[in-house]
């Protein structure tokens, strides 16, 4: 018989030394190595990294002819911030009030313990998955997903299902909106500020740009299930630092999310709205710019529809462990999905943590939803 109490334990006190091992992007080694130890402690019964500083763990399963079950995460997390913000220390991983409170704790370390120790339920029991599990941690999610594009760019084992330990409050996450970000760049003719009757001020084409920008993106498509785009102006930049100079040109950077448009139809929605104004649009990645594609297929997270007969075993496996069957929902973020649902892996999300705790000062993860999750996730190995 299953000690729940103890299985919780131990997977919350792994969660606090995740917690307490700092991640941020491209600084994974440390972490990855508490994560590789706790697989070996548990009885994975392969552990190993790649190239990019991934750190996985296999269990055989009872039939290991059944392509694998991926528990699938990240290693990094954001920036704590001002640690003034903060109830507690950003990388104390307290406990209070129920609440695990830590960087990461939601977003994704809370998540990952669960994943880690979810198989080691089953072994405690004597059991094992019904499919050969793989847990992956990958590095860099949270600056594009470099892990997990050399993941499955290299992966040669064949795969079932993956799970994304993304904060989903232990709802079934069935997919989640495409990510693009342009830099929209209006050109001017700077001049000395005293005398802007000599200027072509491009601030002027970026404002009447900006005004019209929320109400147009309203009217675009919606999709049935991941709902409506939108889009968030974020980083405005000029060409000059000084105040007393009006700027040779300004450029805002544009994230729609959506899954009912494509590029070309977000391009002639942006150069309706810069009308005659001299403007050049290109990709953004990081602060660069790289030339637009020609395309008219929308852009895409990950979805699997909801009356897909994966989607009804995986919430009735879930159900059968938890005692209630985990609502259908879905992403507001982007995720490591989106890399992996163009190479045909199925994706669906399910793990402790609220969404909207992630990326935030105080971030915290209820110890209840960390059990629930872990009896979810046991059951969903022993089944599916």
Not at 25 to 54: C, F, H, S, T
Request: glycine share 10%; net charge negative.
């Amino acid at each position: 018989m299953t000690d729940w109490n103890a299985c919780l334990d131990d997977c919350v006190a792994f969660a606090q030394r995740l917690i307490r091992t700092p991640s941020m992007p491209g600084e994974e080694a440390a972490i990855a190595a508490v994560v590789a130890a706790e697989l070996k402690r548990l009885g994975y019964d392969d552990v190993w990294r790649d190239a990019a500083g991934n750190v996985f763990g296999r269990l055989h399963g009872r039939d290991r002819s059944l392509p694998a079950l991926v528990l699938n995460t990240h290693l990094d997390h954001v920036d704590p911030g001002d640690p003034a913000l903060w109830p507690t220390p950003p990388f104390a991983a307290e406990i209070r009030d129920g609440r695990l409170i830590g960087r990461g704790a939601c977003d994704i370390k809370g998540p990952m313990a669960v994943q880690v120790h979810s198989a080691a339920v089953l072994l405690a029991a004597g059991e094992r998955p019904r499919r050969d599990v793989v847990f992956c941690g990958v590095v860099q999610e949270e600056t594009g997903g470099a892990g997990a594009v050399h993941w499955v760019k290299n992966l040669d084992y064949p795969v079932e299902l993956v799970i994304l330990g993304e904060p989903s409050a232990n709802t079934l996450a069935l997919g989640h909106r495409g990510i693009a970000q342009f830099w929209l760049t209006f050109h001017g003719r700077s001049a000395h500020a005293s005398a802007p009757e000599r200027a072509v001020n491009p601030n002027y084409a970026l404002a009447a740009f900006l005004s019209q920008l929320e109400a147009a993106t309203a009217g675009l498509r919606v999709h049935p299930v991941l709902g409506p785009t939108s889009v968030s102006p974020t980083i405005v930049q000029v060409d000059t630092t000084s105040g007393n100079v009006t700027p040779a040109w300004t450029r805002v950077l544009l994230d729609f999310r959506t899954s009912s448009e494509s590029v070309n139809s977000l391009r002639a929605l942006i150069g309706r709205l810069a009308g005659d104004s001299a403007h050049t649009l290109a990709y953004a990645e990081g602060t660069a710019s790289l030339p637009l594609t020609d395309s008219n297929e929308p852009i895409t997270g990950f979805f699997i529809p909801p009356d897909s007969p994966l989607v009804r075993r995986v919430q009735a496996a879930l159900g059968r462990g938890t005692g209630r069957e985990p609502p259908l929902t879905h992403y507001r973020f982007a995720t490591d999905g989106r890399h992996m649902a163009p190479r045909g892996l199925p994706v669906l999300g399910y793990a402790p943590g609220e969404e909207e705790m992630a990326h935030t000062a105080g971030e915290s993860i209820a110890i209840d939803q960390m059990m629930e999750s872990l009896r979810g996730h046991a059951q969903l190995l022993r089944e599916f």
